[in-house]
């Protein structure tokens, strides 16, 4: 039987010659970690060449290299180790035994994918960590048992300037603060943006709540400065809820939910301020979200009623007109007080629903009664932001045959706030077919005056609290005299409501009022109660008489 032909022996010249034009960046080093051998591709890579029996940390210093890698042995047979270069690039190194103790390493460049990996980490606006970036660090410090606190960030008044300047400005406007949020961090906080203009700064370590205070002062300070970009000036604010560990849980999501809670507290005190995290703010979100999933079902059970309060001309005594006012009556609750569940209507957006609700109701009500006279329906400043508000006001109308001229739409300033130009646009587009409007809670804005120029209201509602405030208050009284004189020049007429007193009365007709509303003058009743009365018109002397107030 013929042998087989011996295999060809390659001597080791061969072997050095195929490595050097490989295409991958080889590096030989004999087992006291010199190097023997650098291919064409690992000295392109490293920038430099080594020396005839070069240590291998000398090489990697000459080159301007960070970083070193352990040489393999029999105890661990391959070596692992990522570099920089002086350029920036990142390399991964892999060092394996050779049969002579000496050792092979393999070098590749992963700067791209360290690029890409650090992109999926940043948030790509602001180059702040990310979502996924705080929660990992969140996660990998509560695993630790390590102390932290989370201050979580939202911006007061920023959709305003997005939706007013446009979103280059609102992007440059969020890398502002970025930057001046880098400038409260300390070394080893992690300052995130988690979208929008929801920021959080992660604190690892223990700190007393005198600390944090200071921290989330300088936050709102900072944040609250003015901006100026692009030739605008350009004022914001921030409001912080803070959150701390082990305290407060020792759960990510837990803490994150803390952290939103005292946030929301904040913003419902007023802004541009910081809450900490207490228990009772989750005893009352659970409540609030026991009465949004109430209010929810209340729409399809039509629990919903409404109440009617007379409007009284001062002139002539008279009932000129009703005020709708929204009644909820829960099967487990009871009557349940608007305080209690407008505002969760209004954070919900349910408020929507149950103002069209409302708004169709009060007209077929009006639309029945014996006397011409007017309905007052509020408006929420949510429902402006629904492109299908007219075409809901002209539908209730015509649904009910309601003359336009009966109905008086009741806007607060807040609603002329965020897009002033579109929410009088619409005004006067209701104001061409005949309705009516009106400025409820006149007094209690800061620029109501600038709208009265640009909007010709039908009448100004002053607020209940400078009514109340009459007799105790020389100023609240000063500033119902100044109301009633500027709706006289402006042709509006005024009325005083939460009138509760035979003095309070006396003193609202001295102050020039036109009309007044309260609990004095007729006490909020029901449609049928409403027709009835209207059935047999009585003057105001007559109502105080019988109800005897």
Same mark, same amino acid.
């Given at each position: 039987?013929?042998?087989?032909?011996?295999?060809?022996?390659?001597?080791?010249?061969? +072997?050095?010659?195929?490595?050097?034009?490989?295409?991958?960046?080889? #590096?030989?080093?004999?087992?006291?970690?010199?190097?023997?051998?650098?291919?064409?591709?690992?000295?392109?890579?490293?920038?430099?060449?080594?020396?005839?029996?070069?240590?291998?940390?000398?090489?990697?210093?000459?080159?301007?290299?960070?970083?070193?890698?352990?040489?393999?042995?029999?105890?661990?047979?391959?070596?692992?180790?990522? =570099?920089?270069?002086?350029?920036?690039?990142?390399?991964?190194?892999?060092?394996?035994?050779?049969?002579?103790?000496?050792?092979?390493?393999?070098?590749?460049?992963?700067?791209?994918?360290?690029?890409?990996?650090?992109?999926? %980490?940043?948030?790509?606006?602001?180059?702040?960590?990310?979502?996924?970036?705080?929660?990992?660090?969140?996660?990998?410090?509560?695993?630790?048992?390590?102390?932290?606190?989370?201050?979580?960030?939202?911006?007061?008044?920023?959709?305003?300037?997005?939706? @007013?300047?446009?979103?280059?400005?609102?992007?440059?406007?969020?890398?502002?603060?970025?930057?001046?949020?880098?400038?409260?961090?300390?070394?080893?906080?992690?300052?995130?943006?988690?979208?929008?203009?929801?920021?959080?700064?992660?604190?690892?370590?223990?700190?007393?709540?005198?600390?944090?205070?200071? @921290?989330?002062?300088?936050?709102?300070? #900072?944040?609250?400065?003015? +901006?100026?970009?692009?030739?605008?000036?350009?004022?914001?604010?921030?409001?912080?809820?803070?959150?701390?560990?082990?305290?407060?849980?020792?759960?990510?999501?837990?803490?994150?939910?803390?952290?939103?809670?005292?946030?929301? !507290?904040?913003?419902?005190?007023?802004?541009?301020?910081?809450?900490?995290?207490?228990?009772?703010?989750?005893?009352? =979100?659970?409540?609030?979200?026991? *009465?949004?999933?109430?209010?929810? %079902?209340?729409?399809?059970?039509?629990?919903?009623?409404?109440? +009617?309060?007379?409007?009284?001309?001062?002139?002539?005594?008279?009932?000129?007109?009703?005020?709708?006012?929204?009644?909820?009556?829960?099967?487990?609750?009871?009557?349940?007080?608007?305080?209690?569940?407008?505002?969760?209507?209004?954070?919900?957006?349910?408020?929507?629903?149950?103002?069209?609700?409302?708004? !169709?109701?009060?007209?077929?009500?009006?639309?029945?009664?014996?006397?011409?006279?007017?309905?007052?329906?509020?408006?929420?400043?949510?429902?402006?932001?629904?492109?299908?508000?007219?075409?809901?006001?002209?539908?209730?109308?015509?649904?009910?045959?309601?003359?336009?001229?009966?109905?008086?739409?009741?806007?607060?300033?807040? $609603?002329?706030?965020?897009?002033?130009?579109?929410?009088?646009?619409?005004?006067?587009?209701?104001?061409?077919?005949?309705?009516?409007?009106?400025? /409820? /809670?006149?007094?209690?804005?800061?620029?109501?005056?600038?709208?009265?120029?640009?909007?010709?209201?039908?009448?100004?509602?002053?607020?209940?609290?400078?009514?109340?405030?009459?007799?105790?208050?020389?100023?609240?009284?000063? *500033?119902?005299?100044?109301?009633?004189?500027?709706?006289?020049?402006?042709?509006?007429?005024?009325?005083?409501?939460?009138?509760?007193?035979?003095?309070?009365?006396?003193?609202?007709?001295?102050?020039?009022?036109?009309?007044?509303?309260? +609990?004095?003058?007729? %006490?909020?009743?029901?449609?049928?109660?409403?027709? $009835?009365?209207?059935?047999?018109?009585?003057?105001?002397?007559?109502?105080?008489?019988?109800?005897?107030?």
């Amino acid at each position: 039987m013929p042998m087989p032909d011996p295999e060809p022996v390659v001597q080791p010249d061969a +072997y050095l010659a195929a490595l050097l034009e490989l295409a991958t960046p080889v #590096l030989l080093a004999d087992a006291s970690g010199r190097v023997e051998f650098a291919n064409r591709e690992a000295t392109a890579l490293l920038g430099c060449t080594a020396a005839p029996a070069m240590a291998l940390d000398g090489l990697f210093a000459s080159c301007g290299i960070q970083g070193r890698i352990a040489l393999p042995d029999a105890a661990a047979p391959q070596r692992f180790a990522q =570099m920089r270069l002086s350029d920036g690039r990142i390399v991964n190194v892999e060092a394996r035994l050779l049969p002579d103790g000496g050792a092979a390493l393999t070098l590749a460049d992963v700067s791209a994918f360290v690029r890409e990996a650090e992109r999926a %980490r940043r948030d790509p606006l602001t180059g702040l960590a990310n979502r996924v970036t705080l929660h990992a660090t969140l996660g990998r410090l509560l695993q630790a048992d390590e102390p932290l606190t989370v201050l979580s960030i939202d911006l007061d008044r920023f959709k305003s300037v997005n939706d @007013t300047l446009g979103h280059p400005i609102g992007d440059t406007l969020l890398r502002k603060v970025a930057e001046r949020l880098g400038t409260v961090a300390a070394d080893g906080d992690v300052v995130a943006r988690l979208g929008g203009d929801e920021f959080t700064i992660l604190k690892p370590g223990q700190f007393s709540q005198q600390e944090i205070k200071t @921290t989330a002062k300088r936050v709102v300070d #900072l944040v609250g400065r003015t +901006y100026a970009l692009e030739g605008h000036m350009i004022h914001i604010g921030a409001s912080v809820g803070i959150t701390q560990a082990p305290q407060d849980g020792t759960d990510n999501d837990v803490l994150m939910k803390n952290a939103d809670l005292a946030l929301y !507290r904040s913003k419902a005190e007023g802004r541009g301020r910081f809450r900490f995290f207490e228990q009772e703010m989750d005893e009352q =979100m659970q409540a609030r979200r026991a *009465i949004e999933l109430d209010l929810r %079902r209340a729409l399809a059970l039509k629990e919903f009623e409404l109440a +009617y309060q007379p409007q009284v001309d001062l002139a002539t005594q008279d009932v000129v007109g009703f005020e709708a006012l929204l009644r909820w009556r829960n099967a487990a609750r009871g009557l349940v007080s608007p305080a209690e569940f407008i505002p969760v209507a209004e954070e919900t957006g349910l408020i929507v629903a149950i103002g069209e609700w409302v708004l !169709r109701t009060a007209c077929r009500d009006a639309a029945s009664w014996p006397e011409p006279i007017s309905v007052g329906v509020n408006l929420s400043p949510l429902q402006f932001r629904s492109p299908t508000l007219a075409q809901t006001v002209l539908s209730a109308l015509a649904n009910s045959g309601l003359a336009p001229e009966r109905l008086e739409l009741e806007i607060t300033e807040n $609603a002329l706030i965020e897009d002033t130009d579109a929410v009088i646009a619409l005004l006067n587009r209701l104001r061409d077919v005949g309705v009516r409007v009106s400025m /409820d /809670d006149f007094g209690t804005g800061y620029s109501s005056l600038a709208y009265l120029q640009k909007f010709p209201f039908d009448r100004l509602k002053i607020d209940q609290s400078f009514v109340r405030g009459m007799g105790e208050n020389p100023e609240a009284g000063a *500033i119902v005299r100044a109301v009633a004189a500027l709706g006289a020049s402006l042709g509006m007429k005024t009325t005083a409501e939460g009138v509760e007193t035979e003095e309070q009365l006396a003193a609202i007709r001295l102050e020039g009022c036109t009309h007044v509303q309260g +609990y004095f003058t007729g %006490r909020p009743m029901a449609a049928a109660d409403a027709s $009835a009365l209207l059935t047999q018109p009585r003057r105001v002397a007559e109502i105080i008489e019988e109800e005897g107030l």
